[in-house]
């Protein structure tokens, strides 16, 4: 086994350590404060081919693997988790099912423009009562001649303000009562068709979370992504890839939680010595890093076998599960280091463990993926 990144591999974390340094971590403290999404950052992302990363040239991407996604992601959560989340969301759960389930033309039409970064991607699954379950979706699409006519909302949709286009699921059919789940490309500008960005979150300020209410919205019968029917089935494969990118981005939280608390240890003085010299904080930084390192290797261990098109469900259960609980753990003891400064906002722990909290329920709450894990050891 070589654990070393490959040189490609270097220098995107290189470049993408850098980047996150210079551009994205020196506002992020004021765009937690103001909410202000960050256009100019991911401007800047489309300009260096960040946008299409994964995905194909022949569809605008760079042709780059999943390891490259979790570094990516890893770095920019690292310096600004709202901006990571964004990043993330834009590639596993707007792109990836385009990439995965869609014609050549519709990736022409559809994937394109979020490789290029001229569309956010957006994924519409989550509603008002279909959450861990997600069978329990209420979302209709009716047949009307070559159209379908769907009605129904979505709940805590990532960057659906900013998508010129995404996915949604809708039920298709019922038959002996159980409903026929698809996937339907919705243009976010089609008539009838609603986005509020209107809630206030614990953390990721900056992120673009939303609701939809589609009433009467009309989209083409060749909008279908994938096959009638295979819609729960999409998703799912789809969040598996999503669950990577949330274990990257909790990698990257706990890292800058981990980076704050080592370095304030070694700056403050309490009965005539830093904090780095008494051993309760040396074990407290001790099992941080080690939980860092393990969560890190899971993730890329994850990405490295949808890589090489090999099962990778359990493995990014596990990835998710784990780099999110320690993500938090980690936040919560960077606050401790830091004693009352910890508890404000110019420390930026505090921000760390708001921002954290969300991986423990997104794509899957810790609960749904022990419930996978188990399924996947044969329980």
């Known amino acids: 086994m070589n654990f070393d990144l490959s040189q490609e591999h270097q220098m995107i974390r290189k470049s993408m350590r850098e980047f996150a340094d210079k551009v994205v971590a020196p506002g992020a403290i004021e765009r937690d404060r103001t909410k202000e999404f960050p256009k100019e950052i991911f401007k800047q992302l489309a300009d260096m081919g960040m946008m299409g990363l994964p995905f194909s040239e022949e569809y605008g991407g760079a042709g780059a693997d999943t390891v490259s996604f979790a570094i990516v992601t890893e770095e920019l959560s690292r310096a600004c988790a709202s901006t990571g989340i964004t990043y993330s969301a834009h590639i596993s759960l707007g792109g990836a099912p385009l990439n995965l389930f869609g ?105 673009n979370t939303t609701e939809l209410v589609l009433e009467n919205v009309r989209v083409p019968k060749a909008n279908l992504l994938g096959k009638r029917g295979e819609g729960f089935r999409q998703f799912l494969v789809t969040l598996d890839g999503g669950r990577i990118g949330i274990g990257a981005m909790a990698v990257g939280i706990a890292q800058a939680a981990f980076d704050k608390a080592l370095k304030y240890s070694k700056e403050r003085k309490q009965f005539g010595k830093s904090l780095s010299e008494f051993q309760i904080t040396q074990f407290k930084l001790a099992d941080m890093a080690m939980k860092i390192e393990l969560a890190r290797t899971m993730v890329h261990k994850a990405a490295w076998l949808k890589d090489q098109g090999r099962p990778f469900t359990k493995e990014a259960s596990m990835c998710k599960l784990y780099a999110s609980e320690i993500a938090m753990q980690i936040a919560d003891q960077a606050v401790q280091i830091h004693g009352g400064y910890g508890y404000m906002k110019e420390y930026e722990v505090e921000r760390y463990m708001r921002d954290a909290k969300l991986l423990e329920i997104g794509e899957g709450t810790s609960e749904v993926q022990r419930m996978v894990i188990a399924r996947e050891i044969g329980c």
């Open 103 to 207: 014609t050549d033309e519709q990736k022409h039409k559809y994937l394109t423009p979020i490789s290029t970064g001229e569309s956010f991607g957006a994924f519409g699954l989550t509603e008002p009562n279909a959450g861990s379950d997600a069978g329990g979706t209420q979302t209709r699409a009716i047949e009307d001649g070559d159209d379908f006519i769907i009605n129904g909302s979505k709940v805590y949709i990532t960057n659906a303000s900013y998508a010129k286009h995404l996915a949604i699921t809708a039920i298709t059919d019922i038959k002996d009562g159980k409903k026929e789940i698809s996937a339907i490309i919705v243009p976010t500008d089609a008539e009838g068709i609603k986005v509020i960005d209107n809630y206030e979150k614990m953390g990721l300020h900056a992120s």
